[in-house]
């Protein structure tokens, strides 16, 4: 079966985001990408909910041919144009343009039946609001979190109340040169 992974920048404080959706305070740059490209080897398809899925098709599939383009923009580039997309959305309409598939409803059904599909693991992007219920639900394996060295005090936070309690093991830990924490954790089940 293949495993459903999250992978979420956030601050130290628990927020992928400010108040108003903004990023410029997380601390961003090529080391940052560079470990993200080396979690994407080992992936075919990619997870969002709807408002993630629109602001990553604004700029990745496009971003290799940008002329100040690095290694890893073009990898990065390169990997979300042929990964399968899967949007959470209850508001798109089901589209097969860009190896995008939409699910609107039946959520642990549908999942699940991606998950048993032949391929390589499945990237949930921050999606705040899908990881709510996808951790409800149960389907989510493991937990990349990118911690920043930065307080937001308010912001849009990746965890929220939940039905239940989810147990988690730490399994890998690496520091970038810039303060950043990446932690992998795995669901207890």
């Known amino acids: 079966m293949r495993a459903l992974n999250l992978i979420a920048q956030i601050s130290l404080d628990g927020f992928v985001a400010g108040p108003k959706g903004e990023f410029d305070n997380f601390i961003g740059g090529e080391e940052n990408l560079a470990f993200v490209c080396s979690i994407i080897d080992d992936a075919d398809a990619a997870m969002f909910g709807r408002v993630s899925y629109e602001?990553?098709?604004?700029?990745?599939?496009?971003?290799?041919?940008?002329?100040?383009?690095?290694?890893?923009?073009?990898?990065?580039?390169?990997?979300?144009?042929?990964?399968?997309?899967?949007?959470?959305?209850?508001?798109?309409?089901?589209?097969?343009?860009?190896?995008?598939?939409?699910?609107?409803?039946?959520?642990?059904?549908?999942?699940?039946?991606?998950?048993?599909?032949?391929?390589?693991s499945i990237l949930i992007f921050g999606s705040p609001t899908a990881v709510h219920e996808l951790l409800n639900i149960n389907v989510i394996d493991n937990i990349w979190l990118i911690v920043h060295p930065?307080?937001?005090?308010?912001?849009?936070?990746?965890?929220?109340?939940?039905?239940?309690?989810?147990?988690?093991?730490?399994?890998?830990?690496?520091?970038?040169?810039?303060?950043?924490?990446?932690?992998?954790?795995?669901?207890?089940?």
């Open 150 to 189: 930065v307080i937001f005090g308010d912001g849009i936070p990746l965890f929220r109340k939940t039905e239940r309690v989810t147990k988690l093991s730490l399994s890998a830990s690496h520091q970038l040169s810039n303060g950043t924490l990446c932690n992998k954790y795995q669901v207890q089940l």
């Open 55 to 120: 602001l990553l098709e604004a700029y990745w599939p496009t971003a290799a041919d940008k002329p100040d383009a690095t290694e890893n923009i073009i990898k990065y580039s390169n990997w979300y144009n042929s990964a399968t997309r899967i949007v959470l959305s209850k508001t798109l309409q089901p589209t097969t343009a860009n190896s995008s598939h939409i699910i609107s409803h039946n959520l642990l059904h549908e999942v699940n039946a991606i998950k048993e599909q032949q391929g390589k």
